[in-house]
């Protein structure tokens, strides 16, 4: 057997040299094929029984083979071409909006009393920014004037005491863009509460990680961003995670944030697959906040998700009534959308206002610290809940007025003095800012006098001033409201809208803005030109450059699509 060996050795070291000399090309020669004149093939060498080799010359080659030659290599397996995977699939155009009509004009005389909710959403300005930056007009629906103008941050005096936790900015200036009409801006700032004595917070993080989720905007912008957050709570500041896709579960059971480590490696493994449980989700998210509720500090459920329930209870009424009842709890609610394509707004925007809850869309890293890491404090902390305004306007000195945005938030006289209508909340240091647009008595009317209406005799009421506003409140833990006021005079009027306050007419330019957007039907002669001269004239001090970034959203839009190619 010994003696068998060299050749068993030499078989193996044919085999090998002959797929080395096969490397790098698909085809292989035949067994038997003679090989070039001009070069030497060596198949193999071995020590025959007495240690002799044997050549062959043939075709001008020199040749040595075994005296015993071993049976042909089998030919290798040519490798399947290498081609690109196909681009994953995306949602374009199923993006869902709550459609409602524009606010109209109002006669004075027959309607004199504006009531809405205060809304502190920001998510239709970040879903019309990404929609710009793929050179895409927003559809109309999309674009609703008060969370646009709402997105930034203004400048008016701020509380001196949590006791009354509201100050309110009033200031009367022409329209730029109908002569002869004013505008009305109403602007409140919430206290600001200091770190160092704001309560615990106890936070769920309920994350979507259903199939759709797989997108580089959707879930591994939702990891960055609650990362992002989790840094910005205090050690004994507790989070629990609970995720659905298929199915619901607890990813993370409340632990402090004093184990970072843990939230983050929880976070960190999350992965995208299956269908969207999304009620599930919402059920188990409450119901692990309520057996961990802090009484005396901020409990508050965090969904993030593109809204695209498909499994479960689906249907938005249904999701509404469960909200309302669990906001009796004590529990907020915060919505944080992502993704474009699928995104479901409607349903994000009917949780939100109905348990006690806020909505923002995050669409690049920057939104998300914006949100979450430089306005921490009033995305996380109220300062006042079922926040209310209502407006009685003078009819000595208006005619006509309507309501720029907010319909989606629109109450009845009624609701104001009743505490059992739900309303907004503002969050710490947070600022609010309303725009009514008036037809000042004598003024250009959107509405004529019919023609066998009886002549009106003058009206009762103060020349001096257009309207009276009134802010409900509860504070935070409190189900009975409290009451400011303040009057809408002639002291507050500035004569030409170039010397009303900067951050007036930069609410104006964006409320404009918002206007051309949606297809306004009162936005008059005003264009983007119109749009970008007042917004810059009035961008003032812009320390994150949020306005100087809203000047280049106006440019884009000028030259923007109508409609996402396909």
Same mark, same amino acid.
């Given at each position: ?11 193996? *070291? ?13 085809? =292989? ?46 030919? *290798?397996?040519? *490798? ?105 801006? $109403? ?22 990680? @259903?199939? @759709? ?34 199915? +619901? ?39 692990? +906040? ?29 999701? !509404? ?7 009796? !709890? ?35 890293? @920057? ?25 009685? #306007? ?15 938030? =629109? ?56 309207? #009276? ?55 008059? @002669? $005003? ?35 109508? *409609?996402?190619?396909?």
């Amino acid at each position: 057997m010994p003696r068998f060996l060299p050749f068993i050795a030499t078989g193996f *070291m044919s085999f090998a040299l002959a797929s080395c000399a096969g490397q790098g090309t698909h085809e =292989m020669a035949a067994p038997n094929a003679p090989a070039p004149a001009e070069e030497i093939v060596v198949t193999s060498q071995r020590a025959d029984s007495a240690g002799a080799y044997q050549t062959h010359k043939a075709n001008g080659a020199v040749r040595a083979e075994p005296a015993y030659a071993p049976p042909p290599p089998a030919p *290798m397996l040519a *490798m399947p071409e290498r081609r690109p995977w196909p681009p994953a699939y995306h949602d374009v155009g199923r993006d869902t909006f709550a459609n409602k009509e524009e606010n109209r004009f109002q006669i004075v005389r027959e309607q004199p009393v504006s009531t809405f909710s205060i809304d502190v959403d920001t998510a239709s300005y970040s879903f019309v920014r990404a929609s710009l930056n793929q050179n895409v007009l927003p559809q109309p629906a999309a674009v609703r004037p008060e969370e646009m103008i709402n997105y930034f941050p203004y400048d008016y005096a701020a509380p001196r005491s949590i006791a009354q936790p509201f100050t309110t900015n009033v200031a009367v200036f022409p329209s730029p863009w109908t002569a002869g009409r004013k505008l009305v801006r $109403i602007g409140i700032r919430g206290y600001a509460v200091q770190r160092a004595v704001r309560p615990r917070a106890n936070l769920v993080f309920l994350i979507d990680t @259903s199939g @759709s989720m797989n997108e580089p905007n959707k879930l591994p912008l939702v990891k960055q961003s609650l990362s992002m957050l989790v840094g910005q709570l205090d050690p004994n500041d507790h989070v629990a995670i609970v995720t659905y896709a298929g199915s +619901a579960g607890t990813a993370l059971e409340p632990t402090p944030v004093s184990q970072k480590h843990r939230i983050l490696e929880v976070i960190n493994r999350l992965g995208a697959g299956g269908g969207t449980a999304g009620a599930e989700g919402v059920r188990q998210a409450y119901a692990l +906040a309520a057996a961990n509720l802090d009484p005396t500090g901020v409990n508050r459920v965090m969904l993030a998700t593109d809204g695209d329930f498909n499994i479960g209870i689906t249907n938005v009424d249904e999701l !509404k009534g469960f909200v309302e009842r669990e906001r009796n !709890k004590g529990i907020f609610l915060s919505l944080l959308g992502f993704g474009m394509g699928n995104y479901n707004d409607a349903l994000m925007q009917a949780l939100a206002q109905n348990g006690n809850g806020a909505a923002a869309y995050i669409d690049t890293l @920057s939104e998300a610290r914006k949100t979450l890491v430089e306005e921490a404090g009033s995305t996380l902390f109220p300062i006042a809940k079922d926040v209310k305004i209502q407006v009685e #306007f003078n009819p000595a000195t208006v005619a006509e007025y309507r309501l720029i945005g907010y319909e989606t938030r =629109m109450l009845n006289r009624e609701d104001f003095d009743n505490d059992r209508v739900d309303a907004g909340d503002v969050g710490s240091g947070q600022t609010v800012t309303a725009l009514y647009e008036i037809v000042p008595v004598g003024g250009p009317r959107a509405v004529p006098d019919l023609r066998y209406t009886p002549s009106a005799r003058a009206p009762a009421g103060s020349a001096s001033e257009y309207g #009276f506003v009134k802010i409900r409140y509860k504070a935070p833990k409190s189900d009975r409201s409290q009451l400011i006021a303040t009057p809408i005079n002639r002291a507050v009027e500035f004569a030409r809208f170039e010397n009303a306050p900067l951050d007036a007419r930069f609410a104006t330019g964006v409320a404009a803005f918002a206007e051309l957007l949606r297809g306004g039907r009162y936005g008059g @002669s $005003i264009g983007y030109d119109d749009v970008l001269r007042i917004a810059t004239a009035a961008r003032g001090a812009d320390p994150f450059g949020y306005r100087a970034e809203f000047i280049q959203l106006v440019r884009a839009a000028r030259t923007a699509a109508s *409609m996402q190619p396909l």
